[in-house]
């Protein structure tokens, strides 16, 4: 946080909101578009402060769980977008993606990669539960 001259406090980066003698102001601007590369290991961690797609290739073991981080003071917005594509070695690995994600009702979560396949999933936040839902796959 920042605060000018006029006595306003504003984040410095994108998202967040503004605090000033006219009240708040949520801007909710979406993140940059960033591409997170081969994060390996069976836990691996996604930080949202930099990351709108993660590809988690070359999978030689089951993801176990997914761990999702970011930056020191930033904070998920509702609606924020979150694309994970998986891909395997060439053999099926079993997904357990773990507590920070929810099915959508409509859509199950991911519980195997498909041999040789890209599995893509997309997951929007959802405040009400402070998770990553999941709006498609394919």
Not at 61 to 71: E, H, L, M, Q
Not at 100 to 108: M, P, W, Y
Request: aromatic share 8%.
């Amino acid at each position: 946080w920042v605060r000018s001259s006029a006595g306003i406090w504003t984040t410095t980066g994108t998202g967040g909101a503004v605090f000033g003698s006219g009240g708040i102001s949520v801007n909710t601007q979406p993140i940059a578009s960033f591409v997170a590369q081969n994060i390996p290991g069976a836990t691996p961690t996604i930080n949202i402060s930099t990351t709108s797609t993660a590809n988690l290739t070359g999978l030689n073991a089951a993801i176990t769980g997914i761990t999702i981080s970011w930056n020191n003071g930033y904070v998920p917005i509702a609606g924020q977008e979150l694309t994970i594509n998986f891909t395997d070695n060439g053999t099926a690995r079993a997904l357990t993606l773990g507590s920070s994600f929810e099915a959508s009702g409509t859509v199950s979560l991911p519980t195997t990669t498909v041999v040789n396949v890209m599995l893509s999933c997309h997951f929007q936040y959802n405040p009400a539960t402070s998770k990553w839902r999941i709006m498609w796959k394919s």
